[in-house]
């Protein structure tokens, strides 16, 4: 079964930097453009970044300057380097993928991220 796998949450310290990764699992199709979204308790889900796979990007403004969105497409990975973390940023993330030459279209399992004042 072709899966999104996400790795790199945790707790932190404001201040402090964490790098998630979205990683194809079970297929051989090419991620296309793919975006970072979050979900805080009793808030709606956001997009945080958004990578095509030329690698044209475009943020939320909140992490603007903080977070950089980034892809290996030979390794059909994104990746999502967030530094300067503040706990308004405290949220589970996820992976949403879109794949060439396929309408099929996929969430990761989330990752929670944490950030301590």
């Known amino acids: 079964q072709v899966q999104l796998v996400e790795s790199g949450g945790g707790l932190v310290q404001a201040g402090g930097s964490l790098r998630l990764s979205c990683a194809v699992s079970g297929s051989t199709f090419s991620m296309d453009l793919v975006g970072w979204y979050r979900q805080a308790p009793g808030k709606q889900r956001e997009l945080v970044a958004r990578?095509?796979?030329?690698?044209?990007?475009i943020y939320v403004d909140s992490v603007k300057g903080r977070f950089t969105i980034s892809r290996d497409n030979a390794k059909n990975t994104v990746f999502l380097q967030m530094n300067s973390l503040k706990p308004e940023d405290t949220a589970v993330y996820y992976c949403?993928?879109?794949?060439?030459?396929?309408?099929?279209?996929?969430w990761g399992q989330g990752t929670q991220v944490i950030v301590s004042s």
């Open positions: 949403n993928t879109q794949f060439v030459g396929s309408p099929m279209n996929l």
């Open positions: 990578i095509s796979r030329g690698g044209y990007t």
